[in-house]
């Protein structure tokens, strides 16, 4: 309740965007802090480390801060929690201040109480205010749009929502309210003994989307040029002086601003003449690629494209209304103005559908879709015409058509289907004299068709007639239907129109009085005489149906020839038909069947049915279709049903083409389509209860302590708590409670609730979470749910690893709050690497990221491995026990390990540390002793009682099990001896409950595209990608790891990258490189910025592996004079430097820390310089091989760099560590 408190009173922390901070997530009870929590005994103090922005609870035995940095670092903590709560007495004190106003000024502003008068409320401003006003209050009394210039002078009162707002000082501020498509212009200025200043600064922090009423005078709009209109306002003549201000409902947390998708559409959409002009365009489909060929939201045919500016795809901080001459256009007069707009995909409006819905086009959208139905109803309800609407069920015994593309359901035991169409019941409604009949309903398809025209639910408009001549007389029917949508439409909803071609450009549908009807057989030497052809160069025939393109063409010719969009295709083929069809009396090739289409595609498919019971059986019988599963269906012609014919149309898709919207899930409300409804993996119970993040620890701590404001609803709204605030309702000595003293007791007592991080790794953690514990790597955490977020700070990037550790149902807010506070207090721009699918769905869908993965988790069996049989295997295992080897295990939380292990274990790592060889790729650094109560250790020992080997074992998230960290040999190990260590660490982790252990992540064969990358940059990538694994071999498993039965096949095992669109620039891939490096390797930063300039100049040849921290490169011969001893102190050195210069507060660079790979076990050594900065041959060659042009030199670097280690895995004499995952995750 305290942080509802705070966040209540403070609205600058509630806002989205811009003016909008979302829920803070500056913790109330714990200030943003990096937290490396204590484990088990090994507890140290909180102890702060360097950042600008966090504080640090270190719990690493082997790092201790230099006392002058811990020093500064506790008082930067200290001076943190002070402004906490000098920044929440400060809100407490302004909104005590609002509630002293004067009456009549305190009841103009504020949050209206659920049951709460507000009437009441405005009457208080001066009697009989509510009496002259004009309230504006749809449909009753009219919407925004009736507001005009006979209204000038008068005091009026609505209800919108704030579509944005520009503050233009402390005493003036600019709205733009919004009531569906229809949107005014506000302004709120100070007035002495009217409107405060205190008002006007509560008003402008009130985030967008929010729901409020306004009361206020109707004036025309005034500026510097006596300019007349309000050029970004649909109510251009007028504008509102507010007098007063009330939320009603407060929007919090968006992932985008209506605003912001409205401009995005227009420059999109200014983009798509612009090409068309350039003939870029040519078939009926809205479709483009920008400059990198962006175009793939949907896997086949979809149509949205995206930028790819080097800008973060962050919320703009304002969104202007007005300037300062308070005149201002949204239009997008230019290309270069539409090229610098941040285009929202698809698939991020679909995966934020109800924000998506508030945008005038698609709100507009939606409003035609109910015209055409309302126009089919009024159409056929007609007594003229006298059909009858019937609802028929969607459950069916049956398949309709055929069984290949039906739901199946269980229905209590037995097997039923969802209708794929309404075809059967609405026969069986004629044969029971219905006459005629038409429906409007759901149709479910189970089409795995992800393509821009397919859904798998859609809405049908279906008709069935009894037929008195001929079949005719259905396909006449319809064709006036539609004719009479199209003109109700285009009559009575013209300003929707051209909202939508606003942002879905295209051209008024063109039909003519007499539609153009064309034979199949027409149809197609139409095609074949303008040198159409098949996929295969072959000419169409005559008995096959039309493909999508081949629509698409004919489409073209039709309307070249008859100058329509709109026309009809009769006398279809009978092997294009289903069974019901009646075939032709003259000719039973072909039936009595056509198909409607519009823009060059069909829209709809229609006929007469066979009525005779013996011919439908024997239809059936030749289309596979067994009688007796469609007994009822039969029934109904058995007792004999009159000549007819029928038809479906799609209204979605009949909507997309009218309106030409590019794709059909524009056209349907919440879209179906085989990508939806994602599999929700079973929740397993938690490791750790205590360290729930659905359940943090202070929230039982709060009732436990009796919190002083805990008797109040936890589910209050925080408009509530502000509006009891403000009148006085008992809050008062809760807030002061609240806002606290200088006293920093109480908040370091609170920082000691957070859960212990090793805790939130085993309930949530995976592989990649186990890096955590490492000096680099800062962990935020979330205020409200005790989260931990980790990310790397590196130059201008912030490198954020791993999934969120929380509850996957908190990914949304967590992300969320992580993403808004990351930008907002240190500016740094996001990479977020080694994600599962969940996550990258998110950052894909609801906030446009792009994704690619060319990494998994190698994941082994402890059940049934196949290692526990492999010949090979075993007989290395039986050697090393003839050679006298024997295991010992420590598990975890067991008796400590003993000093003579860990000394003679850190004595084989030093040896192989000072020997190493080559540039090595890793998240972590050799430590084996950290979070010692969550690791189990196996420790082998030769003959002579000598430590040869150890394998560590970190505990995962139940969901993921345990993560081999390291498994290592030194020099003297028998042969076997990494064998029969690790396939016995894998029993033991079976014994622990674990069915699956993780090697960690290696490189795939190939690259995958995710989400908003196109398909031209898709196959760049991937040619680029396919090059590198054979020159690199970066696809074969390591020898040790495949012996050991691990595999990467599982689709959830894949790991993805994510970054903002034009996130991943040289720079970008430069804060990877330097992420993944080695310490030993890191250069002068002097020829970083210099080839820097060269690759994004697109010049450039070579690529650094890492980003430098000294001043001065170690040079070749100087390594060469260098033994192993030397090369570590060197390294070590390095380090200490890097600490004692963030100690004194120069530029932080974050050191990489050392992987664990064995020297010359098939290492090929990285690039070198000599001292005349000159590469080595293979280092050209290496270059030359990676590819040409600057982004292929990118990417070549990056993968081979990240990709580029050791194949084998640490077995047999003097092979080296292994870190299990982490040294193979980084991408």
């Given at each position: 309740?305290?942080?509802?408190?705070?966040?209540a009173l403070?609205?600058s922390a509630?806002?989205?965007?811009?003016?909008?901070?979302?829920?803070?997530?500056?913790?109330?009870?714990?200030?943003?802090?990096?937290?490396?929590s204590?484990?088990?005994?090994?507890?140290?103090?909180?102890?702060?480390a360097t950042?600008?922005?966090?504080?640090?609870?270190?719990?690493?035995?082997?790092?201790?801060?230099?006392?002058?940095?811990?020093?500064?670092?506790?008082?930067?903590?200290?001076?943190?929690?002070?402004a906490?709560q000098?920044?929440?007495?400060r809100?407490i004190?302004?909104?005590?201040?609002?509630?002293?106003?004067p009456?009549?000024?305190?009841?103009?502003?504020?949050?209206?109480l659920p049951?709460?008068?507000?009437?009441q409320?405005l009457?208080?401003?001066?009697?009989?205010y509510?009496q002259?006003l004009i309230t504006?209050?749809?449909p009753?009394?009219?919407?925004?749009?009736?507001?005009?210039?006979?209204?000038?002078?008068k005091?009026?009162?609505?209800?919108?929502?704030?579509?944005?707002?520009?503050?233009?000082?402390?005493?003036?501020?600019?709205?733009?309210?919004r009531?569906?498509?229809?949107?005014?212009?506000?302004?709120?200025?100070f007035e002495q003994?009217r409107?405060?200043?205190h008002?006007?600064?509560?008003?402008e922090?009130?985030?967008?989307e929010?729901?409020?009423?306004?009361?206020?005078?109707?004036?025309?709009p005034?500026d510097?040029?006596?300019h007349?209109?309000?050029?970004s306002?649909?109510?251009?003549?007028?504008e509102?002086?507010v007098?007063?201000?009330?939320?009603l409902?407060?929007?919090?947390?968006?992932?985008f601003?209506?605003?912001s998708?409205?401009?995005?559409?227009k420059?999109?959409?200014?983009?798509?003449?612009?090409?068309?002009?350039?003939?870029?365009?040519?078939?009926?489909?809205?479709?483009?690629?920008?400059e990198d060929?962006e175009?793939?939201?949907?896997?086949?045919?979809d149509?949205?494209?995206?930028?790819?500016?080097?800008?973060?795809d962050?919320?703009?901080?304002?969104?202007?209304?007005a300037?300062?001459?308070?005149?201002?256009?949204?239009?997008?007069?230019?290309s270069s103005r539409?090229?610098?707009?941040?285009h929202?995909?698809?698939?991020?409006?679909?995966a934020?559908r109800?924000?998506?819905?508030r945008?005038p086009?698609?709100?507009?959208?939606?409003?035609?879709q109910?015209?055409?139905?309302t126009?089919?109803?009024?159409?056929?309800?007609?007594?003229?015409?006298a059909?009858?609407?019937?609802?028929?069920?969607?459950?069916?015994?049956?398949a309709t058509?055929?069984?290949?593309?039906v739901?199946r359901?269980?229905y209590?035991?037995r097997t039923?289907?969802?209708?794929q169409?309404?075809?059967?019941?609405?026969?069986?409604?004629?044969?029971?004299?219905f006459?005629?009949?038409y429906?409007?309903?759901?149709?479910f398809?189970?089409?795995?068709?992800?393509?821009?025209?397919?859904l798998?639910e859609y809405?049908g408009?279906?008709?069935?007639?009894?037929?008195?001549?001929?079949y005719h007389?259905v396909?006449?029917?319809?064709?006036?239907?539609l004719?009479?949508?199209?003109?109700?439409?285009?009559t009575t909803?013209?300003?929707e129109l051209?909202v939508?071609q606003a942002?879905f450009?295209?051209?008024?549908?063109?039909?003519?009085?007499?539609?153009?009807v064309?034979?199949?057989?027409?149809a197609?030497?139409?095609?074949?005489?303008?040198?159409?052809?098949?996929?295969d160069g072959?000419p169409l025939?005559e008995d096959?149906?039309?493909?999508?393109?081949?629509?698409?063409r004919?489409?073209?010719?039709v309307?070249?020839?008859?100058?329509?969009?709109y026309?009809?295709?009769?006398?279809?083929?009978?092997?294009?038909?289903?069974?019901y069809?009646?075939p032709?009396?003259?000719?039973?090739?072909w039936?009595?069947?056509?198909?409607?289409?519009?823009?060059?595609q069909?829209i709809?498919?229609g006929?007469?049915r066979i009525?005779?019971?013996?011919?439908?059986?024997k239809?059936?019988?030749?289309?596979?279709?067994?009688p007796?599963?469609?007994?009822?269906?039969?029934?109904?012609?058995?007792f004999g049903?009159?000549p007819h014919g029928?038809?479906?149309i799609?209204?979605?898709?009949?909507l997309?083409?009218?309106?030409?919207?590019?794709?059909?899930r524009?056209?349907?409300?919440?879209?179906?389509?085989?990508q939806?409804?994602?599999a929700?993996p079973?929740?397993?119970?938690?490791r750790y209860?205590?360290?729930?993040t659905?359940?943090?620890p202070?929230?039982?701590?709060?009732?436990?302590?009796?919190?002083?404001?805990?008797e109040?609803?936890?589910?209050?709204?925080?408009d509530?708590?502000?509006?009891?605030?403000r009148?006085?309702?008992?809050?008062?000595?809760?807030?002061?409670?609240a806002?606290?003293?200088n006293?920093?007791?109480q908040?370091?007592?609170?920082?000691g609730?957070?859960?212990?991080l090793?805790?939130?790794?085993?309930?949530?953690?995976?592989?990649?979470s186990?890096?955590?514990?490492?000096?680099?790597?800062?962990?935020w955490?979330?205020?409200?749910?005790g989260?931990?977020?980790?990310y790397?700070?590196?130059?201008k990037?912030?490198?954020?690893?791993?999934?969120?550790?929380?509850d996957?149902s908190?990914?949304p807010?967590?992300?969320?709050?992580?993403?808004?506070?990351?930008?907002?207090?240190?500016?740094?721009?996001?990479?977020?690497?080694?994600?599962d699918g969940?996550?990258e769905?998110?950052?894909?869908?609801q906030?446009?990221?792009c994704?690619?993965?060319?990494?998994?988790?190698?994941?082994a069996?402890t059940l049934?491995n196949?290692?526990?049989?492999?010949?090979?295997?075993?007989?290395?295992?039986r050697?090393?026990e003839r050679?006298?080897?024997?295991?010992f295990?420590i598990?975890?939380?067991?008796?400590?390990?003993?000093?003579?292990?860990?000394?003679e274990?850190?004595e084989?790592?030093?040896?192989w540390?000072?020997g190493?060889?080559?540039?090595?790729a890793?998240?972590?650094?050799?430590n084996?002793?950290?979070?010692?109560?969550?690791?189990?250790?196996?420790?082998a020992?030769?003959?002579?009682?000598?430590i040869?080997a150890m394998v560590?074992?970190?505990?995962l998230?139940?969901?993921?099990?345990?993560?081999?960290?390291?498994?290592?040999d030194?020099?003297?190990?028998?042969s076997?001896?990494?064998e029969?260590?690790?396939?016995?660490?894998?029993?033991a982790a079976?014994?622990?409950?674990?069915?699956?252990?993780t090697?960690?992540a290696?490189?795939t064969?190939?690259?995958?595209?995710?989400?908003?990358?196109?398909?031209l940059?898709?196959?760049?990538l991937?040619?680029?990608?396919?090059?590198?694994?054979a020159s690199?071999?970066?696809a074969?498993k390591?020898?040790f790891?495949a012996?050991?039965?691990?595999?990467?096949?599982?689709?959830?095992?894949?790991?993805?990258?994510?970054?903002?669109?034009?996130?991943?620039?040289?720079?970008?891939?430069?804060?990877?490189?330097?992420f993944?490096g080695d310490?030993?390797d890191?250069g002068?930063?002097?020829?970083?910025?210099?080839?820097e300039?060269d690759?994004?100049s697109?010049t450039?040849?070579k690529f650094?592996?890492?980003?430098g921290?000294?001043?001065?490169?170690?040079?070749?011969?100087e390594?060469?004079?260098m033994?192993?001893s030397q090369r570590?102190?060197?390294?070590?050195?390095e380090?200490?430097k890097?600490l004692?210069?963030e100690a004194?507060?120069?530029?932080?660079?974050?050191?990489s820390?050392q992987?664990?790979s064995?020297?010359?076990?098939g290492?090929e050594?990285?690039?070198?310089?000599?001292?005349?900065?000159?590469?080595?041959?293979?280092?050209?060659r290496r270059?030359?091989?990676?590819?040409?042009?600057g982004?292929?030199?990118?990417?070549?670097?990056?993968?081979n760099?990240?990709f580029?280690?050791?194949h084998?895995?640490?077995?047999?004499?003097?092979h080296?560590p292994?870190?299990g995952?982490e040294?193979?995750?980084?991408?």
């Open positions: 309740m305290a942080g509802l408190l705070k966040r403070d609205p509630t806002s989205a965007g811009g003016n909008e901070r979302g829920s803070t997530v500056a913790a109330i009870r714990h200030p943003i802090i990096t937290d490396q204590q484990q088990g005994g090994n507890q140290s103090p909180a102890t702060p950042t600008t922005t966090s504080s640090t609870l270190e719990s690493s035995s082997d790092y201790i801060p230099a006392n002058s940095q811990q020093d500064k670092e506790s008082a930067k903590m200290n001076r943190e929690i002070q906490i000098q920044d929440r007495k809100r004190d302004l909104a005590k201040q609002a509630a002293q106003e009456e009549h000024i305190r009841s103009r502003y504020g949050p209206i049951n709460q008068d507000l009437n409320t009457d208080a401003i001066e009697p009989g509510t002259d504006f209050q749809p009753e009394n009219g919407s925004l749009a009736s507001i005009s210039t006979e209204h000038i002078g005091r009026v009162a609505f209800t919108a929502r704030i579509h944005t707002s520009r503050p233009l000082s402390s005493r003036l501020v600019f709205f733009l309210f009531h569906q498509i229809d949107t005014i212009q506000g302004v709120l200025h003994d409107i405060s200043t008002m006007v600064k509560w008003a922090r009130l985030p967008s929010s729901i409020v009423h306004i009361t206020g005078n109707v004036q025309a005034r510097s040029s006596n007349s209109k309000v050029h306002a649909t109510i251009q003549d007028v509102i002086r007098e007063s201000i009330h939320v409902t407060r929007a919090k947390d968006l992932r601003h209506v605003y998708a409205e401009i995005s559409a420059a999109h959409a200014q983009r798509i003449k612009e090409e068309r002009q350039q003939d870029a365009i040519g078939d009926g489909i809205t479709k483009h690629e920008d060929g175009d793939d939201d949907y896997a086949q045919d149509n949205e494209d995206e930028e790819d500016d080097d800008v973060p962050m919320q703009s901080r304002s969104i202007s209304v300037d300062s001459s308070r005149s201002t256009t949204t239009t997008i007069t230019s539409s090229k610098s707009i941040q929202i995909s698809l698939r991020t409006r679909l934020n109800i924000i998506d819905l945008t086009a698609t709100l507009s959208i939606f409003r035609l109910s015209a055409l139905c126009a089919f109803r009024a159409y056929l309800s007609d007594e003229k015409r059909f009858l609407e019937i609802h028929t069920p969607k459950l069916q015994a049956g058509e055929s069984g290949s593309e739901f359901v269980d209590f035991g039923a289907f969802l209708a169409s309404p075809q059967l019941a609405k026969q069986m409604a004629i044969s029971g004299d006459g005629r009949v429906e409007i309903g759901p149709v398809r189970a089409e795995n068709s992800n393509t821009h025209r397919h798998t809405t408009l279906d008709i069935e007639m009894t037929i008195n001549r001929d007389e396909m006449h029917m319809i064709d006036n239907t004719k009479y949508m199209f003109t109700h439409i285009y909803h013209r300003r051209d939508v942002s450009p295209h051209e008024d549908l063109v039909w003519l009085e007499e539609t153009p064309l034979r199949f057989d027409q197609v030497k139409m095609l074949t005489d303008s040198g159409w052809t098949d996929t072959r025939k096959e149906d039309l493909g999508t393109r081949d629509e698409i004919l489409g073209q010719l309307k070249e020839k008859y100058k329509t969009d026309y009809i295709i009769d006398k279809f083929p009978a092997s294009a038909r289903p069974f069809a009646m032709d009396k003259d000719d039973p090739k039936t009595n069947s056509f198909d409607f289409f519009l823009r060059g069909e709809l498919t006929g007469q009525h005779q019971l013996k011919k439908l059986e239809a059936m019988e030749r289309n596979g279709v067994e007796s599963d469609m007994a009822e269906y039969c029934e109904a012609f058995q049903a009159p029928g038809a479906g799609g209204l979605e898709r009949l997309m083409l009218l309106l030409q919207l590019g794709d059909i524009n056209a349907s409300l919440f879209p179906r389509d085989p939806s409804l994602p929700k079973p929740k397993t119970s938690l209860p205590e360290a729930s659905l359940h943090p202070w929230q039982r701590a709060a009732v436990e302590n009796e919190d002083p404001i805990a109040f609803d936890e589910e209050l709204d925080e509530e708590v502000e509006g009891m605030v009148q006085g309702d008992g809050l008062e000595s809760a807030a002061a409670a806002g606290g003293t006293d920093t007791s908040q370091t007592k609170m920082l609730q957070l859960q212990p090793g805790k939130l790794i085993a309930n949530f953690g995976q592989s990649t186990t890096a955590l514990f490492d000096d680099r790597y800062r962990i955490r979330h205020a409200e749910t989260a931990a977020v980790s790397v700070p590196i130059e990037y912030a490198i954020i690893v791993g999934n969120p550790l929380c996957d908190q990914y807010r967590v992300m969320r709050h992580f993403l808004a506070w990351l930008e907002r207090e240190t500016r740094l721009r996001p990479i977020w690497i080694l994600v969940t996550v769905k998110i950052l894909g869908e906030y446009g990221w994704t690619l993965s060319c990494v998994a988790e190698e994941r069996s049934t196949p290692s526990f049989h492999d010949a090979e295997v075993q007989r290395r295992v050697h090393a050679e006298g080897v024997t295991i295990d598990p975890m939380g067991g008796e400590e390990i003993p000093a003579d292990v860990v000394r274990c850190e084989g790592m030093r040896i540390l000072g190493r060889k080559g540039k090595q890793h998240l972590t650094q050799l084996p002793w950290r979070d010692r109560e969550h690791r189990f250790y196996s420790f020992r030769d003959a002579r009682g000598r040869v560590v074992l970190a505990m998230s139940k969901a993921q099990g345990y993560q081999v960290k390291y498994a290592l030194w020099d003297g190990a028998p076997g001896t990494i029969a260590i690790t396939l016995h660490a894998i029993k079976a014994s622990l409950g674990a069915q699956t252990i090697f960690g290696g490189a064969p190939a690259i995958e595209a995710g989400h908003n990358i196109g398909k940059h898709t196959a760049a991937r040619r680029t990608y396919k090059s590198i694994v690199r071999g970066l074969r390591t020898a790891r012996k050991m039965g691990a595999d990467d096949s599982a689709p959830g095992d894949r790991l993805w990258i994510a970054y903002p669109k034009g996130g991943l620039g040289a720079r970008g891939i430069k804060a990877l490189l330097a993944c310490p030993k890191e002068s930063s002097e020829e970083d910025e210099e080839e300039g690759l994004e697109g450039g040849t650094p592996l890492a980003l921290i000294g001043k001065r490169k170690t040079t070749r011969d390594r060469t004079e033994d192993g570590q102190l060197q390294a070590e050195k380090v200490s890097k004692e210069d004194s507060g120069k530029k932080q660079i974050v050191h820390t992987s664990a064995a020297p010359g076990a290492v050594k990285e690039d070198t310089k000599d001292e005349g900065d000159v590469t080595s041959d293979k280092a050209r270059s030359a091989a990676s590819g040409n042009g982004g292929k030199k990118r990417l070549s670097g990056l993968l760099s990240v580029h280690r050791q084998g895995h640490g077995h047999g004499h003097g080296g292994t870190h995952g040294r193979t995750t980084a991408a």
